[in-house]
């Protein structure tokens, strides 16, 4: 019989994928035009040009049984060292290539490291708002996830909640910075007094607490925000890339596991990380793209796009009356919804005006909504008088 | 604190794995002239030039945002209905796209097959010899794996012993035609008298009793051999693919679970592997790599000279007095040790001859061993005297 578990989720589309369907079905009956979707978090500028010509140019110049032959399972050699490399470089680390693991986008990366130091009995905490897969990432290692209620005056972390949550069984923290879906940054305060904490707490219930960092934003920061790399900041901790955001490949897949050099058991990490591959059936990612994110381990997209549409819609929303934190990065921003129940206000400003943006529920944070401006500026500029339409919906 | 569970795995390296790190050693020592290697399964001969072309053309002509970007979580539609369309075309199915989900590979294929039908609880019954990543494929899911001894005499299906393990139990029953390491590929009296005892079996405990399908070497079949499409033949069945072989990209993490549209709750399937993706963090295999296998679904490497090899071995090794069951497929051969422990003969041979052959107890098949003949032929050919003096090691 098929698996009852799996079964009964098929029926529960999730609430961004229907903001989404609504979105295509409306475009298919009013026109394109009718139209501005926020709803979703694919880039919207190409990838670098040296990424492109890596591609070709493998596909060209190397032999095709080597180029596409099996990956090693713990990965690509001279990727896994490239990235060492890059990371020691800019953020002043000592990985070697024996503590980078390739993995199927973050996704593959969270799901590999929370497994790594989390299991059945254990709890992981992370904090509202969140991404809502992190969900299935936590409960598939057979540990729960708590959750940190959302500081909503700043987005930086409620400390008061988290010390209140902290408990023996906490294996792990999973983190996210910058942030989807409020756009913010951890300041260096935050992220000093969160090692801190664990630091502490770690000798009270005499064992590691990892602190897992999802980082597909890492690159996507605004001019005069500083974005401490937060692996220099705690030992135990395991970050969590993709290439997804950066350089605009989402589909391609392909992120990786850094594993601090200074963490408890760090050489362990990774060859852990190839065993819970075979579990998974996952291996590692496509060995063409290892192979050509080498070149553009320092690039990114041209991502100013992200910025100018970031300063003009809350410029422009807060003038209106929004209540915004002033996004630091990514292509999200996080209002304080109108109405405050925000599924409410989403779905009428969706059916009324066509503006379709996802509500904070789906975060774990209700009462506001999330705004996705990877889209051309000129989207942005036509849906603002609907922007203030919806404020009095 | 990191999980004992992998910890514990991470010093145990696979057999496979500690001859072909042998091969290495003595080949850095003694020059790659020493080694033999007949331990991977590697595909040795070059992708198409039509799926190398596909990917250029992709890379040169589509625009980068759409090509890379993410792919929807049950994969590329126009990829699904390319699949589909061949498998009809081929061996007179009905797949529609929705029976059609693209994975990494044949390793992800099974591993989300079997989360679709197999739990906590129950037995997966398998048969000797089989690819030893079937055993964390099924512990993965929760349930347990069984497996019937080998006939040794065919490397069919030790029918007799089957029945004895069949019980009520058992979720779901997982096949590998052509076999991987013997070579051999059921015929379609062994998969007529499987499929008849399944469906009376299913009557008998009135559940469903899925048969999965690992189908990788299925275009590697020898001229003159029949390879019958087993989903054909019992309605409950999930195929599972890879490209890895059949086009030489096994780094590429190409394949896809192809789900009998007469499956009972068929429907189903396809989003449950959607929703276990969620849990692993698997996601879809590259968009681009999904695009690049469509111009080539009919096509194969050119693989005739696993042929050449299986058939120059095949008779000189029997002239020599080895006992072989005549592979039909694959770039395996499987043949009866000289030595009844296998183990102790590989070591000799690898150590005193520099020949490098995988024990058959790596297959759950002890007293054989299996030798890997993806080679160039000319590699067979001076490998010949090497095999004739390990008969007398």
Redo the contacts between chains.
């Keep these: ?3 009852s ?3 009964e ?2 029926g529960k589309e999730s609430v961004i994928r229907q903001f989404f369907d609504y979105s295509r079905a409306r475009a298919a009956e009013l026109g394109p035009d009718s139209v501005y979707n926020f709803s979703i978090g ?6 670098p040009q040296a990424f ?1 010509d890596a ?2 140019r493998l ?2 110049e190397k ?3 080597t ?5 090693p399972t713990l990965g690509q050699p001279s990727t896994k060292k490239a990235i060492a490399d890059s990371l020691n470089r800019r953020f002043g680390m000592n990985y070697g290539p024996e503590h980078i693991f390739p ?3 973050a ?6 490291a929370l ?5 059945e009995g254990d709890s992981v905490i992370t904090f509202a708002p969140y991404f809502p ?1 992190y969900i ?2 936590v ?2 290692t057979g540990a729960s996830l708590k959750v940190v209620p959302a500081d909503t005056d700043s987005f930086q972390i409620n400390f008061d909640a988290f010390l209140d949550m902290l408990a023996p069984d906490v ?1 792990a923290v999973l983190i996210n910075t910058p942030n989807n879906p409020s756009g913010i940054v951890y300041t260096e305060a935050t992220i000093r007094r969160l090692a801190e904490i664990l630091t502490e707490k770690e000798k009270e219930y005499g ?2 607490i990892f602190l897992i960092t999802d980082e597909p934003y890492r690159e996507l920061v605004f001019s005069g925000v500083e974005h401490p790399f937060v692996s220099a900041y705690y030992d135990n901790s395991i970050c969590c890339y993709s290439f997804s955001k950066s350089i ?7 992120g990786y596991v850094a594993v601090n050099p200074k963490a ?2 760090a050489e ?2 990774v ?2 990380c ?3 591959s ?12 290892q192979l050509a994110v080498e070149p553009v381990l320092d690039e990114t997209s041209d991502i100013s796009i992200y910025e100018t549409n970031a300063e003009l819609l809350y410029k422009e929303l807060t003038r209106m009356g929004y209540s915004i934190v002033k996004p630091m990065g990514t292509f999200y921003m996080f209002p304080k919804s109108p109405d405050p129940d925000a599924n409410r206000f989403c779905w009428s400003a969706a059916k009324e005006l066509g503006l379709i943006n996802v509500p904070g529920d789906s975060f774990d944070c209700p009462g506001h909504f999330r705004i996705s401006y990877c889209v051309p500026t000129e989207r942005i500029e036509k849906a603002l008088p609907l922007f203030e339409k919806a404020l009095s919906l």
């Design positions: 019989m098929i698996s578990f799996y079964k989720m098929t694919n880039p919207s500028v190409p990838a492109t591609v070709i596909m060209q032999d095709p049984v180029l596409h032959g099996y990956s993995t199927s986008g996704a593959g990366a969270i799901a590999h497994r790594c130091v989390a299991g897969e299935p990432y409960t598939g294996a064992h590691e605009s490949i989402p589909g391609e897949r392909i408890k058991d362990y990490i060859p852990m190839g065993q819970i075979r579990f998974t059936g996952h291996n590692c990612p496509s060995s063409l793209m």
